[in-house]
């Protein structure tokens, strides 16, 4: 079982910048794929971006050049670095992790981002 807590999330200006954190209870964190996904009310659930052990990356078109995605691995701990904020990234953000063997999944539960003037 691994438990995933997320925070930084919170209100932002258009054009603003916020990071969010992961905080992953187990220490065989580099066994899972890690990433975050977002879904903004009435609709689904939606890739944000991905990030291996190894630090290979994966973006939504949507925030390419504008995310970052990175992770600590002696930290057991993923960040998602957020500029240029626009309205539509109003989401509850949700972290997750893969087992990259077993393929078991596991969510957090979630933190609201909100972009707004």
């Known amino acids: 079982q691994v438990q995933l807590v997320e925070s930084g999330g919170g209100l932002v200006q258009p054009g603003g910048s916020l990071r969010l954190s992961c905080a992953a209870s187990?220490?065989?964190?580099?066994?899972?794929?890690m990433g975050w996904y977002r879904q903004a009310p009435g609709k689904q659930r939606d890739l944000v971006a991905t990030i291996t052990s190894a630090g290979n990356t994966n973006y939504a078109d949507s925030v390419k050049g504008r995310f970052t995605i990175s992770r600590d691995n002696a930290k057991n701990t993923m960040y998602l670095e957020m500029n240029s904020l626009k309205p539509e990234d109003t989401a509850v953000y949700y972290c997750?992790?893969?087992?990259?063997?077993?393929?078991?999944?596991?969510w957090g539960q979630g933190t609201q981002v909100t972009v707004s003037s």
């Open positions: 187990r220490n065989s964190f580099r066994a899972y794929v």
């Open positions: 997750y992790a893969r087992h990259s063997i077993t393929a078991v999944v596991y």
